[in-house]
């Protein structure tokens, strides 16, 4: 049984920094892309970062320069630095990754449970 497990979240003010990790756990034969996603209240969840095995990444336009994602692949955890926080980063936040099980190396997606980060003005 595969589990995403995050940690990291929390209330901050404008400005501020938090740090959310994202641990993969359970029988996998290799881990692909992982990514964080984002859903605030009343709106679509949308892509955050996301980072290839060989540490490409990609971001949305309104947290490039600001957030940083990076993967440990030897913890099989994903991280992701986020810095100079605005209120409109208010959101849950998700964590997902494309994990490769068994012999065939079939690929299933998989979600974390969420964390919630809050930024006062």
């Known amino acids: 049984q595969v589990q995403l497990v995050e940690s990291g979240g929390g209330l901050v003010q404008a400005g501020g920094s938090l740090r959310l990790s994202c641990a993969a756990s359970?029988?996998?034969?290799?881990?692909?892309?992982m990514g964080w996603y984002r859903q605030a209240p009343g709106k679509q969840r949308e892509l955050v970062a996301g980072?290839?095995?060989?540490?490409?990444?990609n971001y949305a336009d309104s947290v490039k320069g600001r957030f940083t994602i990076s993967r440990d692949n030897a913890k099989n955890t994903v991280y992701l630095q986020m810095n100079n926080l605005k209120p409109e980063d208010t959101a849950v936040y998700y964590c997902?990754?494309?994990?490769?099980?068994?012999?065939?190396?079939?690929?299933?997606?998989?979600w974390g449970q969420g964390t919630q980060v809050t930024v006062s003005s």
């Open positions: 997902n990754a494309n994990i490769l099980l068994g012999y065939l190396l079939k690929e299933y997606g998989y």
């Open positions: 359970g029988t996998m034969s290799a881990i692909k892309a």
């Open positions: 980072i290839s095995t060989g540490g490409d990444t």
